[in-house]
């Protein structure tokens, strides 16, 4: 901050009591005050700033609130008169600014975004709105005279792509027409945001500039990048990985905390054309290496503690090199160092199609060993396209990131925020406390978890309500809410609006029920998300109409490329469908394996995997069912509901329950059970854990471990 003071300093005319340099003084200790990570040290900072913002701004008229983003050299020309920006302006390089002017308004929604060289003159006024919807780029243009043009209301200033190799020039949209002396402009008819045309997964980063370059982009606990910043870190790191020899179509392998830099080695990779395969950081050095040898990783990205470890044991037989996030082994050439890889040359991008496969993301493996799923180009964007529009997203979005990348709904998020130029805040430490404390001190609009998470996070709320004025949508994936976790939503988020979705792997995205259905079908997994068609088939008969229920099955550019290395799976998973004949001919659909129910209005609604059906007394349940009846309770959190051989009834209902408060009260559940149940529900046995249930690497129960320990115990008792 001291240089940034010297350079205002000396370009406003060396002399302290100069009004802009006064006001440009107390803008950049605002800034510092904002970037204060202690509570107390923030509040005290930004007291301080606004005193003595108070009496300053009152004397020189020059009200530039902290939260403006300002790129180097910005220069007040003369501070004879008013001058006002919005708090939601970025501005780029060498910004110049006469007197009576006033950038952004609060009358109307967004705000301007400003590009480099740019020179506003006395009495302009830019009262643009800024989206990815509206904002239109000009190619670049001779320099522009140092005249004052008044800009119009409605203007958008946009920067050149850095990637542009011609003069960095470029003049306003709708201003008036350059100076006649000037070479002619061309008859260039402008597109929408690049990023609405990027095709593959690594253009939804680079797309972002040089819209955006200036925007945040990604924030860790202790530090935060810009679009400019993170597209700068790409280059080099890409450039290292290219050093050590990783190709296009090379598999490249990367479990790193959740961080901007796991951010930064996925595009790494994929601006080398190399395919990403991002390991979940909770997953053992075993189940790495089978990851390694399973997809022939050629290069390995890790932590240090990692790196120790392999160094001793020795690397997968197809790994070449490992970069270490950290200090690497001594004296061992075949692992590097973070530090140094960021000091490579940049390196070239290469072109790719949307069909090519850009990354895969294996299954939790929670039964038998992990599939690793193969997902396009096409498939990421349109994933990301489909999502932000039915989520509503916008280039103001900044979403809180509690999902692992390796997880598809966790980097969806990801990807729907480059796409919008929006910002993503890393949440490292995943207790509601401190999952709330994020969402209030970072003005999160946008939260999605798994529904052990929003069990813990719903009833935290519930205890201690809190305040969030700025949280526009809640989502959740990956398993269905009980019954009293819905019902509480909407009271301790009041004015978000909260969507049920469901998807899979195999086709990322599949079904959503819109907010404004919530509280009509509190549950229903709606209908199928924009891009996509879901249909639900009765096996042998047809489409399954209202009040029906049959298999789903997914249609559209989603559907995933399929396991690698497995195409026998692949077949049984992904091909086409007998019932479907007549609509689609043979086009291959995403069998879920999931059983659904069709209402009258055609929203879908949940009822059980097809192969964890329990048969009891004649009856099909679905455990889903169980388990949400028995969390009604009240008594318990986590509830797993399973079927157990039984030589009379077929099978009866067992359920593995984590209490609320210890001991638990068996005989009031019961209570409970009887009377909200039919008799062949109601379980005949409950496992009580009084430690956590384990989780699957992306958040949710893993039920299979849960039911084989129980049923194992239960097994023993019944030896005995």
Same mark, same amino acid.
């Given at each position: 901050?001291?240089?940034?003071?010297?350079?205002?300093?000396?370009?406003?005319?060396?002399?302290?009591?100069?009004?802009?340099?006064?006001?440009?003084?107390?803008?950049?200790?605002?800034?510092?005050?904002?970037?204060?990570?202690?509570?107390?040290?923030?509040?005290?900072?930004?007291?301080?700033?606004?005193?003595?913002?108070?009496?300053?701004?009152?004397?020189?008229?020059?009200?530039?609130?902290?939260?403006?983003?300002?790129?180097?050299?910005?220069?007040?020309?003369?501070?004879?008169?008013?001058?006002?920006?919005?708090?939601?302006?970025?501005?780029?390089?060498?910004?110049?600014?006469?007197?009576?002017?006033?950038?952004?308004?609060?009358?109307?929604?967004?705000?301007?975004?400003?590009?480099?060289?740019?020179?506003?003159?006395?009495?302009?006024?830019?009262?643009?709105?800024?989206?990815?919807?509206?904002?239109?780029?000009?190619?670049?243009?001779?320099?522009?005279?140092?005249?004052?043009?008044?800009?119009?209301?409605?203007?958008?200033?946009?920067?050149?792509?850095?990637?542009?190799?011609?003069?960095?020039?470029?003049?306003?949209?709708?201003?008036?027409?350059?100076?006649?002396?000037?070479?002619?402009?061309?008859?260039?008819?402008?597109?929408?945001?690049?990023?609405?045309?990027?095709?593959?997964?690594?253009?939804?980063?680079?797309?972002?500039?040089?819209?955006?370059?200036?925007?945040?982009?990604?924030?860790?606990?202790?530090?935060?990048?810009?679009?400019?910043?993170?597209?700068?870190?790409?280059?080099?790191?890409?450039?290292?990985?290219?050093?050590?020899?990783?190709?296009?179509?090379?598999?490249?392998?990367?479990?790193?905390?959740?961080?901007?830099?796991?951010?930064?080695?996925?595009?790494?990779?994929?601006?080398?054309?190399?395919?990403?395969?991002?390991?979940?950081?909770?997953?053992?050095?075993?189940?790495?290496?089978?990851?390694?040898?399973?997809?022939?990783?050629?290069?390995? *990205?890790? $932590?240090? /503690?990692?790196?120790?470890?392999? #160094?001793?044991?020795? %690397?997968?037989?197809? @790994?070449?090199?490992? +970069?270490?996030?950290?200090?690497?082994?001594?004296?061992?050439?075949?692992?590097?160092?973070?530090?140094?890889?960021?000091?490579?040359?940049?390196?070239?991008?290469?072109?790719?199609?949307?069909?090519?496969?850009?990354?895969?993301?294996?299954?939790?493996?929670?039964?038998?060993?992990?599939?690793?799923?193969?997902?396009?180009?096409?498939?990421?964007?349109?994933?990301?396209?489909?999502?932000?529009?039915?989520?509503?997203?916008?280039?103001?979005?900044?979403?809180?990131?509690?999902?692992?990348?390796?997880?598809?709904?966790?980097?969806?998020?990801?990807?729907?925020?480059?796409?919008?130029?929006?910002?993503?805040?890393?949440?490292?430490?995943?207790?509601?406390?401190?999952?709330?404390?994020? *969402?209030? $001190?970072? /003005?999160?609009?946008?939260?999605? #978890?798994?529904?052990? %998470?929003?069990?813990? @996070?719903?009833?935290? +709320?519930?205890?201690?309500?809190?305040?969030?004025?700025?949280?526009?949508?809640?989502?959740?994936?990956?398993?269905?809410?009980?019954?009293?976790?819905?019902?509480?939503?909407?009271?301790?988020?009041?004015?978000?609006?909260?969507?049920?979705?469901?998807?899979?792997?195999?086709?990322?995205?599949?079904?959503?029920?819109?907010?404004?259905?919530?509280?009509?079908?509190?549950?229903?997994?709606?209908?199928?998300?924009?891009?996509?068609?879901?249909?639900?088939?009765?096996?042998?008969?047809?489409?399954?109409?209202?009040?029906?229920?049959?298999?789903?099955?997914?249609?559209?550019?989603?559907?995933?490329?399929?396991?690698?290395?497995?195409?026998?799976?692949?077949?049984?998973?992904?091909?086409?469908?007998? $019932?479907?004949?007549?609509?689609?001919?043979?086009?291959?659909?995403?069998?879920?394996?999931?059983?659904?129910?069709?209402?009258?209005?055609?929203?879908?609604?949940?009822?059980?995997?097809?192969?964890?059906?329990?048969?009891?007394?004649?009856?099909?349940?679905?455990?889903?069912?169980?388990?949400?009846?028995?969390?009604?309770?009240?008594?318990?959190?986590?509830?797993?509901?399973?079927?157990?051989?039984?030589?009379?009834?077929?099978?009866?209902?067992?359920?593995?329950?984590?209490?609320?408060?210890?001991?638990?009260?068996?005989?009031?559940?019961?209570?409970?059970?009887?009377?909200?149940?039919?008799?062949?529900?109601?379980?005949?046995?409950?496992?009580?854990?009084?430690?956590?249930?384990?989780?699957?690497?992306?958040?949710?129960?893993?039920?299979?471990?849960?039911?084989?320990?129980?049923?194992?115990?239960?097994?023993? $008792?019944?030896?005995?």
């Amino acid at each position: 901050m001291l240089k940034t003071l010297r350079d205002n300093y000396d370009r406003h005319g060396r002399a302290l009591m100069n009004p802009a340099f006064v006001s440009l003084a107390v803008y950049r200790y605002g800034r510092w005050a904002l970037a204060r990570k202690h509570p107390a040290a923030r509040w005290l900072a930004k007291k301080l700033h606004g005193f003595t913002n108070f009496f300053v701004a009152n004397i020189t008229k020059v009200w530039i609130p902290p939260e403006v983003t300002l790129g180097d050299d910005f220069h007040i020309i003369h501070a004879e008169g008013s001058l006002s920006i919005h708090p939601d302006v970025v501005a780029g390089d060498r910004l110049g600014v006469m007197h009576n002017v006033t950038i952004g308004t609060n009358m109307r929604p967004g705000a301007p975004v400003i590009g480099d060289d740019v020179f506003i003159g006395v009495n302009s006024t830019v009262l643009a709105t800024f989206d990815s919807a509206t904002a239109y780029a000009l190619p670049p243009t001779p320099p522009l005279r140092p005249t004052c043009h008044p800009i119009p209301s409605s203007s958008v200033l946009r920067q050149r792509s850095f990637r542009d190799s011609r003069p960095s020039t470029r003049r306003l949209a709708n201003a008036p027409s350059p100076d006649p002396r000037s070479p002619p402009q061309s008859n260039f008819t402008p597109p929408r945001n690049m990023n609405t045309l990027s095709t593959t997964f690594y253009e939804l980063l680079a797309d972002n500039l040089p819209t955006h370059a200036q925007k945040q982009a990604l924030v860790d606990t202790n530090r935060s990048v810009t679009y400019a910043e993170l597209c700068s870190q790409v280059d080099r790191l890409a450039g290292y990985m290219a050093e050590h020899g990783v190709r296009p179509r090379d598999r490249v392998g990367v479990q790193l905390h959740k961080t901007i830099d796991e951010v930064v080695a996925m595009f790494s990779a994929a601006k080398l054309g190399a395919v990403v395969v991002n390991v979940n950081f909770q997953w053992t050095l075993e189940q790495l290496s089978y990851v390694a040898d399973d997809c022939t990783l050629s290069m390995l *990205l890790i $932590e240090p /503690r990692c790196a120790k470890r392999l #160094a001793k044991q020795g %690397l997968p037989r197809s @790994v070449r090199h490992v +970069l270490v996030h950290g200090k690497s082994p001594a004296d061992d050439g075949r692992f590097g160092a973070w530090a140094l890889a960021l000091d490579a040359a940049p390196g070239a991008t290469r072109h790719q199609l949307d069909t090519e496969l850009a990354m895969i993301i294996y299954t939790s493996g929670s039964t038998g060993k992990p599939k690793g799923v193969m997902l396009s180009h096409r498939n990421i964007v349109a994933g990301a396209r489909s999502v932000a529009r039915y989520l509503k997203l916008r280039g103001d979005d900044r979403l809180i990131s509690v999902l692992p990348y390796s997880f598809d709904y966790g980097l969806n998020q990801l990807t729907t925020m480059l796409l919008q130029g929006g910002a993503i805040v890393h949440q490292p430490v995943v207790m509601p406390f401190e999952i709330v404390r994020t *969402l209030r $001190e970072e /003005r999160i609009t946008g939260f999605a #978890a798994v529904p052990p %998470l929003w069990n813990q @996070v719903v009833r935290y +709320l519930k205890e201690k309500p809190e305040s969030l004025p700025e949280l526009r949508r809640v989502t959740n994936s990956g398993g269905k809410l009980s019954k009293n976790i819905l019902e509480l939503m909407p009271e301790v988020f009041p004015s978000t609006d909260i969507y049920l979705m469901y998807g899979l792997t195999e086709a990322f995205r599949s079904t959503y029920l819109p907010p404004e259905k919530f509280s009509d079908k509190c549950g229903s997994m709606g209908r199928a998300i924009p891009g996509a068609q879901t249909f639900v088939i009765k096996h042998g008969e047809g489409v399954a109409g209202p009040t029906e229920q049959g298999e789903l099955v997914h249609r559209g550019p989603l559907v995933s490329l399929g396991y690698w290395g497995k195409p026998e799976p692949t077949a049984e998973k992904i091909k086409p469908c007998p $019932e479907l004949k007549s609509l689609i001919g043979e086009e291959p659909v995403v069998y879920s394996g999931d059983i659904v129910r069709v209402d009258e209005d055609g929203d879908y609604w949940f009822v059980g995997r097809t192969d964890m059906m329990i048969k009891t007394s004649g009856f099909r349940l679905s455990p889903d069912e169980v388990e949400d009846l028995v969390a009604q309770s009240g008594l318990v959190g986590d509830v797993v509901a399973f079927g157990v051989d039984d030589d009379e009834m077929g099978q009866v209902v067992h359920a593995a329950v984590s209490p609320l408060s210890e001991p638990l009260d068996e005989a009031a559940l019961l209570t409970h059970c009887r009377r909200a149940m039919p008799h062949y529900m109601i379980p005949r046995k409950f496992h009580v854990w009084t430690r956590p249930m384990p989780r699957t690497s992306s958040g949710k129960l893993a039920k299979s471990e849960i039911i084989k320990v129980s049923a194992s115990a239960h097994a023993k $008792e019944q030896a005995s």
